[in-house]
């Protein structure tokens, strides 16, 4: 960082957003699943492509890359998945997995 001040180069490193709570898989798997469940269009909707990632550019490691529901409701997944989208993103930008 003084090399930077200086007019030098500095070491690029990168920032990771350390006010995220840490939770174990099953942790955040019940935290997504009641999130879901609170929010009429997503009630019903379990997630069940749960994956730990390399950190991305907002510093999270986890993602969910599939939802499932037991009824066929094709009319209503884009709205569900679309609202998901955003409950989902919304605890992973304050959850990080353990």
Do not use: Q
């Not at 995220?20 to 099953?26: A, G």
């Amino acid at each position: 960082m003084a090399a930077a001040a200086r007019g030098g180069t500095a070491p690029m490193t990168r920032e990771t957003d350390m006010s995220r709570e840490l939770k174990t898989e099953r942790e955040l798997l019940e935290l997504v699943v009641s999130a879901l469940d609170a929010n009429p269009e997503t009630a019903g909707w379990i997630p069940t492509g749960f994956h730990e990632t390399v950190e991305d550019e907002e510093g999270c490691n986890w993602d969910i890359t599939h939802l499932h529901r037991d009824r066929k409701d094709a009319d209503v997944r884009d709205v569900a998945v679309s609202a998901a989208a955003r409950i989902i993103n919304d605890l992973r930008s304050r959850y990080n997995l353990r």
